[in-house]
């Protein structure tokens, strides 16, 4: 796992062509807007997260975002316990994102 600034992160993911953006907040934070294209897993549905996340392709390189960067340090912890390369935290989560956001 490495941790990125906002800046870092938004950079970074802008020249990835093998990116994919994870959140990992709840069903209820996602509804008060999310970064665009990004996949929700639930990191609180426990097992359920670990199943979810174990038919992601290792191949891919990983964004990972939550409110403040807590949940997301912790999903790229599991990842990387289950054989993803590339896990990507977003120093701040949610809060201090000033890139892009989308709401449903």
Known sequence: M???????????LEKDENAVILDVRTQEEVEDGYIPTAKNLDIYKGQEFVNEVEKLDKDKNYYIYCRSGKRSAQACTILDQVGFANTYNLKGGFMEWEGEKAED
């Not at 490495?2 to 970074?12: P, T, V, Y």
Request: hydrophobic residues 20%.
């Open 2 to 12: 490495k941790e990125l600034s906002q800046e870092d992160w938004q950079s970074q």
